[in-house]
Structures are given as C-alpha cells and as structure tokens.
C-alpha cells in the first residue's frame, strides 16, 4: 500500500523505477515522489489522530510497499519542548527544541536507517555496509539486527567511543579507517563489487531522505499546520534539512498546510568542517571539498556531501542562510543549554546555539519569531567530548565546609 511512482534524479530530473535497488544518477541523489492527488483520496489529516505515535503514523507518504517490510523500534515521534530559559538568554521568547535525543539509538539516524533497512528488505539486500562518522553505524547496526541483517560499518579512527562500542555491540562487522567519512566511503565503493553490499551511505540511496522527511511531518502536526519561522539544523551530509523541506511541499501539494508560512531553513556547521556554510557564502550551488576537515562535533564532519546543491538550493528557496559555529563557542552552548533545560544537548545542536546567537546579534531573527533548533543526538553518545568540558567531580568529605559555600 505505497503510493510511490517512481523515483527522479535530483540533478536532471530523469526518472528511474522504484521497484528494484537503486543508488545514485550521474553520482547524485535521487527523490521518492509519490502520487499525491491520491494520497489525497485517500486519507486527511485529521486521520492522524487515532494512529500510534511513531513516525510511521504518516504511512500514505512513506515508500514502503509492504507492511510486513517495516523495520521498526518504536522510532518518532519525537517531543517539541519550548525552552524558555536558553531562549530568554538568547533574546528569544518562542523558542523550541525539537529533542530528537530520544529516538532509538540516541540519534536522529534511526529515522532514515529505518527507512533504508526496510527498503532494503523489502527489495531483497541481505548485506548492508556503511561509511559513518558515529551515529549513523549505530542506527545501522541496531536495525540491520532488528531485521536479521548483516552490518559492516567503516569509521575514522577518532570517532567517539560510543559509536565504536555500540556498532559491535548490536552485533556488526565494524572497522576503525585511518582518515575521514570520505576514506570509509571509498573503501565502501571499492569493496562493494566483492563483498555484495547494499551501500546506505547518506544519499547514496533514496530512502533515507524519507526517513527523515518524517522530521517536518512531525513539526507541521505539533505547530498544528502552521510551520515556524525558523529552522536551525546541524548539517553533515544535509539529509534531515532536505529532507524537512521536501516534506513541506509535500504537504503544501496536499492542502494540508493552514498558512503559506514556510520557516526559513537555517544550515548550521562548525567553523572546522563548513563546506556548505562556505559555498553559501561564495553564492556557489556546489561546495568545493573543505581541507583538514576538524570538530568534535563528529556528525558535522561531512568535509563533502554529494547532496550539497540539494542543501543549498532549499536554503536559498526558503530565504535562509548557511552559517558556521565556532569550536568553542558550540562546545559551551551545547553544555549551557543542557545546563539550562534539562535536554542532553550533543554538540552538533551546539553550532545552532551558536548560529543562533549569532543570528540574533545581526538581527536576521526576530525575537517573537517561533525558532526551532533541532537536537540531533544524546549528549551522552559524546563521553570524552563532555567530559574535556567538565571540572572533575570530588567526594564530598566534608558538608559542612560545602554548606557554607
Ligand atoms: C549525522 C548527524 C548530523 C548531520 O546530519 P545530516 O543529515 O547528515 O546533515 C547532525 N547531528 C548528529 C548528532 C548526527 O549524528
């Protein structure tokens, strides 16, 4: 019960069938598009109510086919928590954390792994491989167990130990590469002829991109079809951003919107890996690869994304901007806001806090704008990142000497 027609070349439009694995067209992404005059037919938005709240609640606007197919843990959705205090610091007064901490996996990446496993299973793969810079080799082994898959997962020696842990952990073949994302994704490439992968690298694939699209249906739903202002996301490979934005016209198309408000999509990186935020800069459509590509926000370590244009593009549609964060400056934010709200902020929310700010300072947001950040991944994924931020906890010998502080 999919109403997928087929699937199109983001780059040249051509289409391509959606009944057989497919990876890229003249190396690009490919879109899902949907019949929407029939989704239309067939169910409103009002029918979401009674469903369960998973991000499988939008099932008419997902591609698989088969029920039986999905490969799920629960995932979406994800709550919307205003944050008062981080927002009065900022100067703020309607902003909100869209705290995708909470998702399966402690990351965003199980939306669009989900999505790619089922696929996957549904047109037959058995062996899937990645190349990931942390989060996405956990979300790939966990569902890839879930399905009674193979994982084989490929990470820069330096990511964080979590993600090293939990890619073994949940039972994948994983490997520590001497280099960058880019070095995994090559010997990804190199091996897949012999080892029979299906490669579910971030856009190498349709159906991540569905998955996350989940993101902006959620958001539509809980601003009840009014979308926000503006939307600050922490861009690596830029899959949630054009994803969100694909789901808005989607959902536009569908009649479902109430307003013709469409937020201002803001792509947030780290001064040490800012290729998006440079060729927004240069008014440049593609981005050169960005050199000694360096930041512990690891998810933002993307020193070349094949979807780039597809980033930029929906940035400048949406009349919004590609910034970049300061190190220091996205480290301290991510411990601040958690400091303040509660939310175990990662540090790829922490460039956002930073673009934010920044933002606010040249009056590019309004104060009563409704502002959402998203918070990608769980704090606590990034161990040796909190802990350098962190003074050393001591044993309370004495109380009293405490009390008196
Ligand atoms: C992967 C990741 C990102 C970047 O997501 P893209 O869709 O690749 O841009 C941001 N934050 C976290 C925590 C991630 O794991």
Redesign the pocket.
């Known amino acids: 019960m999919a109403f997928t027609t087929h699937l199109e070349a983001a780059i040249d439009g051509t289409k391509l069938a959606h009944d057989r694995l497919q990876t890229t067209h003249e190396g690009r992404p490919l879109w899902v598009r949907y019949d929407l005059e029939a989704i239309g037919r067939e169910v409103s938005r009002s029918d979401l109510i009674h469903r369960p709240s998973t991000m499988w609640r939008y099932r008419e606007l997902l591609p698989v086919e088969d029920d039986a197919n999905v490969v799920s843990l629960g995932e979406g959705m994800t709550p919307l928590l205003r944050a008062d205090r981080l927002g009065a610091e900022l100067g703020l007064r309607n902003l909100f954390i869209k705290d995708?901490s909470q998702l399966p996996t402690g990351?965003?990446?199980s939306r669009?792994l989900a999505m790619a496993v089922s696929r996957a299973k549904e047109l037959g793969a058995t062996r899937l491989a990645i190349p990931t810079?942390?989060?996405?080799g956990g979300a790939l082994a966990a569902y890839a167990a879930r399905a009674g898959m193979e994982a084989w997962i490929f990470m820069p020696a330096d990511t964080p130990e979590v993600n090293q842990a939990e890619a073994a952990y949940y039972g994948a073949r994983a490997f520590l590469v001497d280099g960058l994302i880019t070095d995994c994704g090559a010997i990804v490439r190199e091996g897949t002829p012999h080892m029979g992968w299906w490669d579910v690298s971030?856009l190498k694939e349709p159906y991540r991109i569905e998955g996350?699209k989940t993101m902006g249906l959620e958001l539509a739903e809980q601003f009840a079809w009014d979308l926000p202002d503006v939307i600050l996301?922490?861009?690596?490979?830029?899959?949630?951003?054009?994803?969100m934005w694909k789901a808005f016209a989607e959902l536009a198309a569908l009649g479902w919107l109430d307003s013709d408000n469409r937020p201002r999509m803001v792509s947030c990186q780290a001064a040490g890996c800012a290729p998006i935020a440079t060729a927004f800069e240069a008014g440049d459509r593609f981005a050169e690869p960005f050199p000694n590509a360096h930041t512990a926000?690891?998810?933002?370590r993307?020193p070349a994304?094949v979807g780039d244009f597809m980033?930029l593009d929906a940035v400048r549609e949406s009349g919004g901007v590609a910034m970049a964060a300061d190190e220091h400056r996205l480290l301290w934010w991510a411990q601040r806001a958690s400091a303040l709200e509660g939310i175990s902020i990662?540090?790829?929310?922490g460039a956002c806090l930073g673009v934010l700010e920044e933002m606010v300072a040249q009056g590019a947001v309004d104060p009563e704008e409704r502002v959402v950040i998203?918070n990608?991944?769980a704090a606590q994924?990034y161990l040796e990142v909190i802990r350098s931020q962190l003074p050393q906890l001591t044993t309370p010998v004495d109380w009293q000497a405490l009390a008196a502080e």
């Open positions: 995708e990351s965003f990446k669009g810079a942390g989060n996405a971030t996350k996301y922490p861009t690596g490979g830029g899959t949630g951003l054009i994803g926000a690891s998810g933002l993307v994304a980033i990662c540090p790829e929310a998203f990608t991944g994924k």
